[in-house]
Structures are given as structure tokens and as C-alpha cells.
């Protein structure tokens, strides 16, 4: 693991730094005006959409949902997922956890139903709709997470 710090401002913490780095600089480059709704990102159009229209709250998205899970739970759950994204901010009630809202995307229709009452029973949560959401997702919301365990889920 490498860390380097391009900028006063930017302090970036990774595998392929580097990489990432000449990757940076190239796209940084580009006029403003030039860049302006294109696509520089090895991201579907959806992945790219959501993570940019981000606000106030920091966005992830992880292709180990398993592994996720785990950290998460300290559980195993074999759920047949894709992926699983979602936001996080501070908790305004304690400085020393985060509140995370997560959209679980499920390989079939039948997984998504069985893993929403799965999940329901692992989070012990009520049942609940959102209509922004494909057949194949489910959403969870309003976690509290300690930093420390946050931190760990992320550095997968």
C-alpha cells in the first residue's frame, strides 16, 4: 500500500497509487468546459450516474458483497448479490458513528425477495417499499455503524 499526496488539499491511500495518480493528472487536464458530461470512468452509465450525483454524503459501491456482508454482519450470508452501494454521513447524535443507507442489487427477482427477508431478520427491520428501486434491489436504511468498523469494511 502506497500513499502519497498530489496536492495541500488531496491525500490518496492505495494498491496502484500510481496508476491512479498519471490517471488523475490526464483527466485534471482537460479543460472544464471540454469535460463537461463526458464519461472518463471504466463504470457502467448507471455506477457513474449515482455515484456523481452524490451531496453531502460519501458514496461507495463494493463488487465483494459477500465479503461486505461479513465485515458488516460478522455473519456469512450467501445472498447471490451483484453488488451492494450506499452513502454514509456522520451521525449528528455521535461523533463516533456513521449512518449508513444501503441498496442491495441481487442476480434474479427470486434472490431479491428471499434476500430482503433475510436481511429484514439480520437488521431486524420492518418491511419497506421504494418505488426509485429495480425488482432486483433491495434498500436498507439508517444503520449505525461505529467508525472503526466502517473503516475496516472499507479498506477491503
Not at 417499499?129 to 468498523?149: P, R
Request: aromatic residues 10%; hydrophobic residues 40%; glycine residues 6%.
Amino acid at each position: 500500500v502506497t500513499l502519497a499526496f498530489p496536492s495541500d488539499k488531496l491525500a490518496v491511500l492505495g494498491e496502484n497509487v500510481e496508476g491512479m495518480l498519471a490517471r488523475y493528472d490526464e483527466i485534471h487536464a482537460i479543460p472544464a468546459d471540454e469535460s463537461a458530461g463526458k464519461d472518463y470512468y471504466s463504470v457502467d452509465a448507471q455506477t457513474y450516474e449515482w455515484i456523481s450525483e452524490s451531496a453531502d454524503e460519501i458514496r461507495f459501491i463494493t463488487n465483494k458483497p459477500e465479503t461486505f456482508l461479513l465485515m458488516l454482519t460478522g455473519q456469512t450470508l450467501t445472498l447471490q448479490l451483484n453488488t451492494v452501494r450506499g452513502t454514509f454521513v456522520c451521525d449528528p447524535k455521535n461523533e463516533n458513528q456513521y449512518l449508513l443507507d444501503f441498496i442491495f442489487d441481487f442476480k434474479n427477482q427470486t434472490f431479491a425477495k428471499a434476500g430482503k427477508v433475510m436481511l429484514g431478520f439480520v437488521f431486524g427491520l420492518a418491511d419497506g417499499e421504494d418505488n426509485d428501486l429495480k425488482d432486483t434491489e433491495v434498500k436498507i436504511t439508517g444503520i449505525k455503524i461505529k467508525k472503526q468498523q466502517l473503516y475496516d469494511i472499507l479498506s477491503l
